[in-house]
């Protein structure tokens, strides 16, 4: 089994000075097949009084390969995917309702006032964070809204916390893998003065999940290695362990918490 390193990285460095728009171009596939979905039950509360859905326009901010983008075009809503990393673009499976663009949290590239809705699905702390509410406020219309979205591993489920052991340790406990979204990630939208009525709801998310996917999760992650000892230590455990729960249960889940934080934009 890995054993954690002597050091740590450290948590003083916000996350989105850690390289954040080419990190995941070597990724781009594994991330495409394997990362998670979200609930349903999450985008009907992003959606919840806006309106009717075929009638909204989105910005899907940091939008990846367009797992969530196409969740929101699936209810109607014409959705901008806003990504500046190229592989993941092209690695995104079409969908009438969506649109990709090149673009980052601090320019989106769209006009004043053109959006109903601005999402942040997994990436908001990736972003420089007054500098993206800044620019969600500019893009939004007055009756719009923000969603910022996480799929948070449940350390509740047995299964799900052993695996978070190993993620952590062959991180080097990554400041990613110890997120804190309401007293950190979150702040900047709560505090803002752009933005108010800021609130939390949270849902579980059960992914069925197999051995493969499971080392496909672990290889888009972007502060993980795909390859040498490290990685070749962790594919082992995660290995084992999956083993031996499937002999015990069958089955296996893989649980996440999704934490959703709206807030509507203030007047000017």
């Given at each position: 089994?890995?054993?954690?390193?002597?050091?740590?990285?450290?948590?003083?460095?916000?996350?989105?000075?850690?390289?954040?728009?080419?990190?995941?171009?070597?990724?781009?596939?594994?991330?495409?097949?394997?990362?998670?979905?979200?609930?349903?039950?999450?985008?009907?509360?992003?959606?919840?009084?806006?309106?009717?859905?075929?009638?909204?326009?989105?910005?899907?901010?940091?939008?990846?390969?367009?797992?969530?983008?196409?969740?929101?075009a699936?209810?109607?809503?014409?959705?901008?995917?806003?990504?500046?990393?190229?592989?993941?673009?092209?690695?995104?499976?079409?969908?009438?309702?969506?649109?990709?663009?090149?673009?980052?949290?601090?320019?989106?590239?769209?006009?004043?006032?053109?959006?109903?809705?601005?999402?942040?699905?997994?990436?908001?702390?990736?972003?420089?964070?007054?500098?993206?509410?800044?620019?969600?406020?500019?893009?939004?219309?007055?009756?719009?809204?923000v969603?910022?979205?996480?799929?948070?591993?449940?350390?509740d489920?047995?299964?799900?916390?052993?695996?978070?052991?190993?993620?952590?340790?062959?991180?080097?406990?990554?400041?990613?893998?110890h997120?804190?979204?309401?007293?950190v990630?979150?702040?900047?939208?709560?505090?803002?003065?752009?933005?108010?009525?800021?609130?939390?709801?949270?849902?579980?998310y059960?992914?069925?999940?197999?051995?493969?996917?499971?080392?496909?999760?672990?290889?888009?992650?972007?502060?993980?290695?795909?390859?040498?000892?490290?990685y070749?230590?962790?594919?082992?455990?995660?290995?084992?362990?999956?083993?031996?729960?499937?002999?015990?249960?069958?089955?296996?889940d893989?649980?996440?918490?999704?934490?959703?934080?709206?807030?509507?934009?203030?007047?000017?």
């Amino acid at each position: 089994m890995l054993k954690p390193g002597s050091a740590k990285m450290s948590h003083s460095t916000p996350m989105h000075q850690m390289n954040p728009l080419d990190r995941f171009s070597n990724r781009a596939g594994d991330y495409a097949r394997y990362r998670p979905s979200y609930p349903a039950a999450a985008i009907a509360a992003i959606l919840a009084d806006l309106g009717e859905p075929g009638q909204l326009t989105a910005a899907d901010v940091g939008a990846g390969t367009g797992i969530s983008a196409r969740l929101l075009a699936d209810q109607g809503v014409n959705v901008w995917a806003i990504e500046p990393n190229a592989a993941m673009r092209q690695s995104a499976e079409p969908h009438a309702g969506v649109t990709f663009q090149a673009g980052t949290a601090e320019q989106t590239g769209l006009p004043d006032g053109s959006v109903d809705l601005v999402t942040c699905f997994q990436a908001f702390h990736w972003f420089d964070p007054a500098k993206s509410l800044d620019e969600f406020h500019r893009i939004l219309r007055l009756t719009g809204r923000v969603a910022l979205v996480w799929n948070e591993r449940d350390q509740d489920d047995p299964f799900t916390a052993q695996y978070t052991q190993l993620i952590r340790v062959a991180s080097n406990q990554h400041p990613a893998e110890h997120r804190n979204l309401l007293a950190v990630e979150t702040k900047p939208l709560a505090s803002s003065d752009r933005f108010q009525n800021f609130r939390h709801h949270s849902f579980v998310y059960r992914q069925a999940i197999d051995l493969p996917a499971l080392i496909g999760r672990i290889r888009s992650t972007s502060y993980l290695p795909q390859e040498g000892v490290v990685y070749d230590q962790l594919v082992d455990d995660v290995t084992q362990l999956y083993r031996q729960w499937e002999q015990a249960q069958g089955a296996i889940d893989l649980v996440h918490r999704t934490d959703v934080f709206l807030a509507e934009p203030s007047s000017p």
